[in-house]
Every structure is written in C-alpha cells, then in structure tokens.
C-alpha cells in the first residue's frame, strides 16, 4: 500500500502522480471490462463497475476517498438523473463512491479521442454531448431520453459544465441540460452534494492531502407534470438547494472546512481562469 501521509510539495506531487496513474490503471481496466461486458450484453454496468475500481485503486495509493454521510437509499432509485457538484478531476473519484449500477455518465464530445479513458467511455454508453453545436446537443438529449425510458437507465451529469477549481463552498451556474433531460425522459432528479475539499486538495497551493470527504445525496426532485417551460425555475431552485446544503456540508466537523469564507450565490460564474492543473 503506497500512501503518503505526509504535507508538502513532495506529498502534492507524488499522490498527484498516484492519481493519474490510478486512473490510467482503471481506464485500461474498464476498457478490457466493457468489451467482454459488451459481449456478454452487460454493457450497462460497466461504467459502475470501473468506477468502484477507481474509488478502491484511489483508496489504496492515497488515503483520499467520498464518504457519503446521508441519503444513500436514494441512489437505488432509477431510473433518474443524478446531477453533482464539479470541483476538479478529484470528483472522478465522486462518480466511484455514488455511481450505481445502470448508469452513464455525458461527456463533452471531445474525450471520445482520449486513449483507453474515451475508447472506455464509448464502449460503455458514454452521451457524448458536442458543446459547440446545440442541435446535435439537443438531439443526443433525445436520444438519451428514450433510452432511459427504454433500459430503466439513470444519467449522472455535472450542471455547472466545467470544474469550479472552488476555494470556498460555491457553484457555478448551472447549465439547464440535465433539466430539460430529465424532464424529456419523465424522471426525478436527484442531487448529489460533496463538501468543498479546497482545503485538502489545492493546486495553486501544492497542498494534496489524505482523508475523507462528506457527500450527502439529498432526496428525489420530481419532475412529473413538468414541460420545457419549467426547466428555468426548476434549475434555480435546485442550484439553490445544493448550495445550501453544500455550505452546511463544508462547515461542519465532518467536513474539509474551507479557509476563505464562502462565496454568496449570486457570485457563481467567475471562478474559472487558470488553475488547470488538477
């Protein structure tokens, strides 16, 4: 077992490379997987099965993991739409603690190029979402709307649509996607909320430290005699209701409490220019 318990540049850098290189393992993991699940017309579980692969392999190199701490039960639903706060590419280690089985992740078209990480996300029923074209965008929607309908088959999508790289507990706004989604497919939403971890992974700060992060998924948000109409005020209303707990989450002793104080709702979109390296 090769974790690092220690603070400092050294510690950042090397549970740094034990992350990449985690992922690296379970994309060629998970590419070998979905084929022979494919094969065996169990396609469907494989992104689930990957994921808890990458929440074990993450585990073992460098004592970081989710932890959920309220409404497990609610992940057995399906089929819905999760949607989750995005932080940085740590929350790949999110989708290994909440994902269930039956479920896919969407992804911006480009990742479908990716070695081993998009050939996995292909074979294993990735939506790939083209951001730069919003009628291919909308008709990808359809389709995963029917398929959802038709396979019982649940859609995990993070709304801000970028990593926040947050430094307090914030969110960007939310894109409406996963709204009109789920309301195309008649299913619930079910929010999924992981406390601001700013305070154990900062890049900019080369600080990467071991521990356990509070998530807390927070009951089914009905969407039954919704129409397009409602997409706008059902998306606020829900952006507002993970930053609430989001806060509460952060703040307490549970929780990676953030240093800087939070940051109000209505600051949102401003938070993302150059901290690209996590």
Same mark, same amino acid.
């Given at each position: 077992?090769? +974790?690092?318990?220690?603070?400092?540049?050294?510690?950042?850098?090397?549970?740094?490379?034990?992350?990449? =290189?985690?992922?690296?393992? &379970?994309?060629?993991?998970g590419?070998?997987?979905?084929?022979?699940?494919?094969?065996?017309?169990?396609?469907?579980?494989?992104?689930?099965?990957?994921?808890?692969?990458?929440?074990?392999?993450?585990?073992?190199?460098? %004592?970081?993991?989710f932890?959920?701490?309220?409404?497990?039960?609610?992940?057995?639903?399906?089929?819905?739409?999760?949607?989750? $706060?995005?932080q940085?590419?740590?929350?790949?280690?999110?989708?290994?603690?909440?994902?269930?089985?039956? &479920?896919?992740?969407?992804?911006?078209?480009?990742l479908?190029?990716v070695?081993?990480?998009?050939?996995?996300?292909?074979?294993?029923?990735?939506v790939?979402? !083209?951001?730069? $074209?919003?009628?291919?965008?909308?008709?990808?929607?359809?389709?995963a709307?029917?398929?959802?309908?038709?396979?019982?088959?649940? /859609?995990?999508i993070?709304?801000? %649509?970028?990593?926040?790289?947050?430094?307090?507990?914030?969110?960007l706004?939310?894109?409406?996607?996963?709204?009109?989604?789920?309301?195309?497919?008649? /299913?619930?939403?079910?929010?999924?909320?992981?406390? &601001?971890?700013? =305070?154990?992974?900062?890049?900019?700060?080369?600080?990467?430290?071991?521990? !356990?992060?509070?998530?807390?998924?927070?009951?089914?948000?009905?969407?039954?005699g919704?129409?397009?109409?409602?997409?706008?005020?059902?998306?606020? $209303?829900?952006?507002?209701?993970?930053l609430?707990?989001?806060?509460?989450?952060?703040?307490?002793?549970?929780?990676?409490?953030?240093?800087?104080?939070?940051?109000?709702?209505?600051?949102?979109? +401003?938070?993302?220019?150059?901290?690209?390296?996590?």
């Amino acid at each position: 077992m090769a +974790r690092f318990a220690s603070s400092g540049p050294a510690a950042f850098y090397a549970r740094l490379l034990a992350s990449y =290189g985690s992922l690296l393992l &379970c994309a060629m993991y998970g590419t070998i997987a979905s084929l022979i699940l494919r094969l065996a017309g169990k396609h469907r579980i494989a992104q689930w099965a990957t994921a808890r692969s990458f929440y074990h392999v993450m585990y073992l190199t460098t %004592g970081i993991r989710f932890v959920i701490v309220s409404g497990k039960e609610h992940l057995e639903q399906r089929p819905v739409v999760f949607i989750g $706060n995005h932080q940085s590419a740590l929350d790949v280690l999110l989708l290994g603690t909440v994902f269930p089985p039956y &479920c896919s992740v969407t992804a911006k078209k480009s990742l479908a190029k990716v070695p081993f990480l998009g050939w996995f996300m292909a074979l294993s029923g990735t939506v790939f979402i !083209d951001r730069a $074209n919003r009628d291919t965008a909308m008709k990808a929607f359809d389709g995963a709307a029917e398929e959802m309908r038709r396979e019982r088959q649940s /859609v995990f999508i993070f709304p801000e %649509g970028t990593r926040s790289y947050a430094t307090a507990p914030m969110l960007l706004g939310f894109k409406k996607g996963a709204f009109h989604l789920a309301i195309k497919a008649g /299913v619930d939403v079910v929010p999924i909320v992981a406390g &601001c971890y700013w =305070g154990m992974l900062g890049a900019s700060e080369r600080r990467f430290l071991a521990g !356990d992060i509070p998530v807390k998924v927070l009951p089914p948000i009905s969407t039954k005699g919704l129409t397009a109409a409602d997409v706008d005020e059902l998306t606020h $209303n829900t952006r507002e209701l993970m930053l609430k707990e989001l806060i509460a989450l952060t703040e307490t002793p549970a929780g990676q409490k953030a240093a800087k104080p939070p940051v109000a709702a209505s600051n949102d979109t +401003r938070r993302i220019k150059s901290k690209k390296m996590i």
